[in-house]
């Protein structure tokens, strides 16, 4: 296993002139990427940076991103990914949970200049995104490190609003993104595109790791914008993609994918929310690739959980797949912290030595996500199928009572993208008088529908139970995102609740 310190390093030895990163404006090689980083480390260690330092990263994606990171990765030091999305107040408590010694960004980062307050004097600053300004020839050294020494600090957030951030080994990301690049990958070279955040720990191990690792190359993109996407996909001979559902629901309603010559697409992966059946097999047909979906989070990054390469279509979403390696223990508990029957629903939990070392600095969020026997309480509700897979049945948390009627958002969710009319759907719950809470849909229809609330309702009733029916269901032209591309459900509750009170 080539420890994370040895990485780019050796791919920039053996690859020096292959694109490591590709853009609107050209290829990034991977020599000139070990240089980017190895003037960032030198930088860092002018301000006396030591192994094991926590150093704060403000970026998006870009060249700064990848060269900072692995800056930071080349003197030993813990990368905190901070989120350029993220409001002043909300980087002010990350600051606050990681404590850093220095920072890298760039001038052109909205809300940067809350590093040089907190941290005066104590930044790397990259001249631009895509011309940070750091090579000097210099080559990247191999901190002295142990393989299993903290790396990466990913946020969160967390129900008290403070973010929590989540301390991640070295050699649990090299474990994640090894494994991404057997079971999906296929051990090959792959073209693929950064449209989820680099700073989320889905960037990072399932894209920019993996990438590396075989080394292929990385599309950078900043945000997800579907036209763009598939531009990009066409223009960089894209192979392989990972995506959350709603992106790809995004470009099939948004782009006209025919117009672009997607034949180099071969494999797209689905993960970060439920996937319908219904959209795997549309993916499989109009792309012509191979799907594969995963499961994994910010605690147990990565897909620890992947259907195989043999896994028939029709069982694939909201099945996720069997456990990539003996180190997964998977099981699901009820409340009480006992296995529940094979095909009952209960909490997804994990046993790992490659899950979080912990929230940093939160030792009472620790105690409540991880048990004293070391299982990792993930939130997400789930079944165990007799053969060790997983099938997902939506956040613990989301979860609501109608009537005395346990309700599974994602279960009426499966059945409204069940309808040939249906592009994408979320339901949540709102607050009753008399049931305690109702369901609430939010559906976007094909372009030219005559859909409606009635059958919607009339359809889902086909199907499920009463109580399960959502008690209001209104027809949208899209569904609100948040920062890496999932439905933003806090929107859509903010939006019933102001459409319920007017």
Request: proline content about 7%.
């Amino acid at each position: 296993m080539t420890t994370l310190w040895e990485l780019l390093p050796e791919q920039a030895r053996r690859h020096r002139d292959r694109p490591a990163l590709c853009g609107p404006t050209g290829a990034i090689t991977y020599g000139r990427l070990a240089h980017e980083a190895a003037g960032c480390a030198a930088q860092l260690r002018a301000l006396g940076v030591k192994p094991r330092d926590h150093v704060a990263l403000l970026a998006p994606n870009s060249l700064a991103w990848v060269a900072g990171f692995f800056g930071i990765v080349s003197v030993g030091g813990v990368v905190d990914c901070l989120s350029p999305d993220a409001t002043v107040h909300e980087l002010e408590g990350m600051v606050d949970v990681s404590r850093p010694v220095a920072a890298v960004s760039a001038p052109a980062v909205e809300r940067a200049q809350v590093l040089d307050d907190r941290l005066p004097g104590r930044t790397v600053w990259a001249d631009d995104l895509e011309e940070p300004g750091w090579r000097t020839g210099a080559s990247l050294q191999i901190p002295d490190c142990e393989a299993d020494a903290p790396a990466v600090v990913a946020f969160t957030a967390g129900s008290t609003g403070r973010p929590k951030g989540a301390l991640h080994r070295a050699d649990t990301l090299v474990r994640c993104g090894e494994d991404y690049l057997e079971h999906v990958l296929d051990g090959a070279p792959r073209r693929l595109p950064a449209n989820l955040p680099l700073y989320h720990m889905g960037g990072i191990v399932l894209v920019l790791l993996p990438a590396l690792m075989g080394a292929g190359s990385i599309t950078l993109l900043r945000g997800f914008n579907a036209l763009e996407v598939a531009e990009a996909l066409a223009r960089d001979r894209v192979d392989a993609m990972l995506a959350i559902p709603a992106m790809m629901e995004l470009l099939f309603m948004k782009v006209d994918l025919d117009a672009y010559d997607l034949s180099s697409l071969e494999v797209v992966a689905m993960g970060g929310a439920p996937v319908p059946n219904s959209l795997v097999r549309q993916v499989a047909e109009r792309l012509s690739v191979r799907v594969h979906v995963g499961y994994g989070s910010t605690e147990c990054p990565g897909f620890f959980l992947v259907t195989r390469r043999d896994t028939p279509l029709d069982g694939i979403g909201p099945f996720v797949g069997r456990p990539t390696g003996e180190e997964y223990e998977v099981a699901i508990l009820d409340d009480e912290g006992r296995p529940v029957a094979a095909g009952e629903i209960g909490e997804i939990c994990i046993r790992s030595p490659y899950v979080m070392t912990a929230y940093l600095g939160n030792p009472e969020a620790t105690a409540q996500a991880m048990s004293p026997d070391g299982w990792l309480h993930s939130g997400d509700l789930g079944r165990l199928r007799a053969d060790g897979g997983v099938v997902i049945d939506g956040r613990k948390k989301e979860m609501y009572i109608r009537g005395g009627f346990n309700v599974y958002p994602a279960e009426v969710e499966a059945r409204l993208l069940e309808h040939p009319d249906v592009v994408a759907a979320a339901v949540h719950a709102i607050a009753d008088p008399v049931l305690g809470e109702k369901g609430w849909a939010w559906v976007v229809a094909e372009a030219g529908s005559t859909l409606g609330p009635g059958g919607l309702r009339t359809f889902v009733g086909d199907r499920l139970s009463h109580h399960k029916v959502p008690d209001h269901i209104e027809v949208v032209d899209a569904l609100p995102l948040n920062s890496i591309g999932k439905i933003d459900k806090v929107a859509l509750r903010t939006r019933a609740q102001e459409s319920k009170a007017g």
